[in-house]
């Protein structure tokens, strides 16, 4: 079974430009969350997404940060502009069911450098 | 405000020796526990978990303790193996919400000497 995909892995961008990352999760899996990882610390949850909906979106920061999942399987989270705290690993993670307790599979993540 | 906690960044044990990773919680209404390994350049993958309803999850060389009253756990490895080494993240979540959200602590490295 093909884990969690992401790309790219590594970017480098300055302040104030934009970026996007793209998440494919396990086939089949209902639930998909971004997750930011800030160096030294663990992972935080920006969003969550069953099927292609929204069900918790309440620590990503609207101004600048936006993510879809169209037609319930690939998502892209994108922010604009970007700041300097923005460096992070940006990790995707799946999970089969709707709501309920099931394990999350992560995929590698995405290192983004902001200068 | 951090919800898990992981107060020892780092951990250094000799290979075969018994490795003892601790996590501490102050959110009461946490009900589900779990714990992810990370490699470098990988995302974290699943361990172990144990529910509130136990106070002990084994799995292998795997326990894991859960004590409530001290809103404490620990992952235990026994024997310790030098692929071990890596980062440990504990995490907890609310099962009532259905949301399935994780909340992480900020993990401890762990080194198994040879």
């Known amino acids: 079974e093909a884990g969690v995909a992401q790309s790219p892995r590594y970017k480098i961008i300055e302040k104030r430009q934009s970026v996007a990352f793209w998440c494919n999760p396990i086939?089949?899996?209902?639930?998909l969350y971004w997750y930011q990882q800030i160096l030294g610390q663990g992972p935080k949850l920006l969003i969550q997404?069953?099927?292609?909906?929204?069900?918790?979106d309440s620590q990503l920061p609207k101004d600048r940060f936006s993510a879809e999942r169209l037609k319930g399987v690939d998502s892209t989270l994108k922010i604009q502009p970007a700041k300097l705290e923005d460096s992070a690993v940006y990790l995707c993670?799946?999970?089969?069911?709707?709501?309920?307790?099931?394990?999350?599979?992560f995929g590698p993540g995405t290192r983004l450098t902001v200068l | 405000d951090q919800q898990v906690k992981q107060n020892s960044p780092s951990l250094s044990v000799q290979e075969g020796r018994i490795s003892i990773l601790n996590c501490d919680y102050t959110?009461?209404?946490?009900?589900?526990f779990l714990w992810y390994k990370k490699y470098p350049a990988e995302g974290p993958t699943f361990l172990i978990s144990?529910?509130?309803?136990?106070d002990k999850n084994e799995d292998g060389r795997f326990t894991v303790f859960l004590n409530k009253s001290a809103k404490h756990l620990s992952l235990h490895i026994v024997p310790s193996q030098p692929g071990d080494s890596a980062v440990y993240f504990c995490?907890?979540?609310?099962?009532?919400?259905?949301?399935?959200?994780?909340?992480f602590g900020t993990g401890t490295r762990l080194t198994v000497i040879p």
């Open positions: 144990i529910s509130s309803i136990k």
């Open positions: 959110n009461s209404m946490f009900d589900y």
């Open positions: 993670a799946s999970s089969p069911l709707v709501g309920g307790t099931d394990t999350q599979y």
């Open positions: 995490a907890a979540r609310q099962d009532q919400t259905g949301a399935n959200n994780l909340f």
């Open positions: 086939s089949g899996h209902a639930t």
């Open positions: 997404f069953q099927n292609n909906g929204v069900v918790d």
